[in-house]
């Protein structure tokens, strides 16, 4: 099974060591490298605006290569974090090895290896957004003695020429395929190669939004990934939106994972999805349905939702999703396969059917039946998130409804079967919370629960009063109104945060 695996896997550096990546030592690093003629070396690792950095080295020796494996480098960490200060702003960034891949895109061959940040004293950098996650799945483990994994669906448009020969339906375009997609090929490129450096794809498909405006074409897609463990899970799509927008510069299109790209079309979110272990074990669902946990864990969410914001709904842009009748969440509520509720419960093969034979009458003896899919989706994030704040929000919140003793309660009163949307159900819509309307109103959110976030030292106080700093400088209290029926007003607002995260 073991070897199967490996010999599957699209990593390069997986099938060349034959061993999975969570095993590579320096010696393996060293070792692909050689057998491999690698000639440059990149070190990856994530700044305060989401997006990957790079730092270059050229291989000159194996005794410079060994250097650079074993003690990192040196770099400016008050220009890449806005709450360093420049006269302590030294940082190492030291190499991850099993986050190792061959880099796609360069023209000699190249590896690249994410980092972490660690201070002058040889400490992990404590309000590094990718430690404050590590240090979030910690605490969730050690608190409740489960583990948690998380998935994202990353929705994104391709905008390009438009091409008329075979013309897309507006606002049509769920799971279309050529010749009535424009950018499929580009679609499955990037989910090759998102799996070659690392990425656990669970499939690609077009989306819903696709219009034309002029001479140009807006086609949305999405990719999403397999349930992972939570640093897995954001660095997969942080390298995933870095290749989209490698292709995307490959072929002269715009990619953008905006969420909202027009007026009255449909935006891009970036649903997280997330599962709770036990010993490896799914426990979101048993032979009845959702368990307690999953319930609590679901009620320790929404009790943050509002302050989550902060975190998964970034820029001013971010609030003209958050609508009614657009797919989007705007109260805080749960149910199953609801997509007007803030978190969804999915179809998760939950009762013992026999599909595949009856699609299949020539199937003969024992099919086996893969139960342990269940997971819930968090609808609110959308492309603008910061992704390892976000999930290190979402984890402690639902550890915090598992260890709440009146969260089965709190679950109870939040569970809604119907479309809040809909004028039929207006009682049940009026009884329900709101999520905030603003970067504003989200910075006040938290700023309120900024305690429960600081609590066990997982987010820094400076990390906190940074975002609260960033989305209090929009101003965009009464964004909605001002731009009523402006819709030029509104390009222009949507076009100044096409490239956001």
């Not at 179809?347 to 099919?367: C, F, H, S, Y």
């Not at 603003?438 to 309120?448: F, H, N, P, Q, R």
């Amino acid at each position: 099974m073991r070897e199967l695996e490996i010999l599957m896997n699209p990593n390069k550096l997986v099938q060349h060591l034959k061993k999975p990546a969570s095993e590579f030592t320096r010696y393996d690093i060293i070792k692909f490298i050689d057998d491999n003629n690698i000639e440059m070396l990149n070190f990856r690792y994530v700044g305060e605006d989401g997006k990957l950095k790079i730092l270059n080295f050229v291989i000159t020796g194996k005794n410079y290569l060994e250097s650079i494996l074993s003690t990192g480098e040196r770099v400016d960490g008050s220009s890449l974090f806005s709450y360093i200060h420049a006269e302590t702003s030294d940082l190492y960034v030291i190499p991850r090895f099993s986050t190792a891949f061959i880099n796609p895109f360069a023209e000699k061959p190249t590896l690249d290896i994410l980092c972490s940040f660690y201070t002058k004293d040889g400490k992990p950098l404590e309000s590094a957004p990718e430690y404050i996650l590590k240090k979030a799945h910690k605490v969730f483990k050690e608190q409740t003695g489960f583990s948690f994994k998380v998935m994202g669906e990353l929705e994104y448009y391709i905008i390009g020429k438009n091409d008329d020969l075979y013309p897309a339906v507006d606002q049509k375009g769920y799971h279309s395929s050529l010749p009535f997609t424009n950018y499929e090929k580009l679609r499955l490129e990037a989910m090759q190669l998102i799996a070659q450096c690392g990425g656990k794809i669970k499939y690609g498909h077009s989306e819903v939004g696709n219009f034309k405006d002029g001479d140009l074409m807006y086609e949305q897609h999405e990719i999403e990934f397999m349930p992972v463990d939570p640093e897995n899970a954001v660095e997969q799509l942080i390298v995933a939106k870095w290749i989209l927008r490698m292709l995307g510069n490959k072929y002269g299109l715009i990619i953008s994972f905006a969420p909202k790209i027009t007026v009255g079309k449909a935006g891009s979110g970036l649903h997280i999805h997330f599962q709770i272990d036990k010993d490896e074990v799914n426990v979101m669902a048993d032979e009845v349905g959702l368990t307690d946990i999953a319930k609590k864990a679901i009620a320790g969410i929404l009790d943050k939702a509002q302050s989550l914001t902060a975190f998964g709904n970034t820029i001013p842009t971010s609030y003209l999703r958050l609508v009614p009748h657009q797919e989007a969440p705007t109260m805080i509520c749960w149910g199953d396969s609801n997509r007007s509720v803030l978190v969804r419960v999915p179809l998760g093969w939950i009762a013992k059917t026999n599909m595949i034979k009856d699609a299949n009458p020539q199937e003969r003896g024992k099919v086996p039946y893969v139960t342990g899919k269940q997971t819930a989706e968090f609808r609110v994030p959308d492309g603008s998130a910061d992704l390892y704040h976000l999930i290190a929000g979402l984890i402690i919140s639902a550890k915090d409804g598992i260890l709440n003793l009146d969260s089965l309660k709190r679950a109870e009163e939040l569970y809604v079967n119907v479309n809040i949307f809909d004028k039929k159900h207006k009682d049940i819509f009026d009884t329900l919370i709101a999520l905030p309307n603003s970067c504003s109103k989200s910075a006040d959110y938290l700023k309120e629960q900024r305690n429960f976030y600081e609590k066990d030292h997982v987010f820094p106080k400076g990390t906190v009063d940074a975002f609260i700093s960033k989305l209090k400088s929009y101003s965009d209290e009464h964004l909605s109104e001002e731009l009523y029926g402006k819709n030029e007003k509104i390009k222009e607002l949507v076009d100044s945060y096409l490239h956001c995260m």
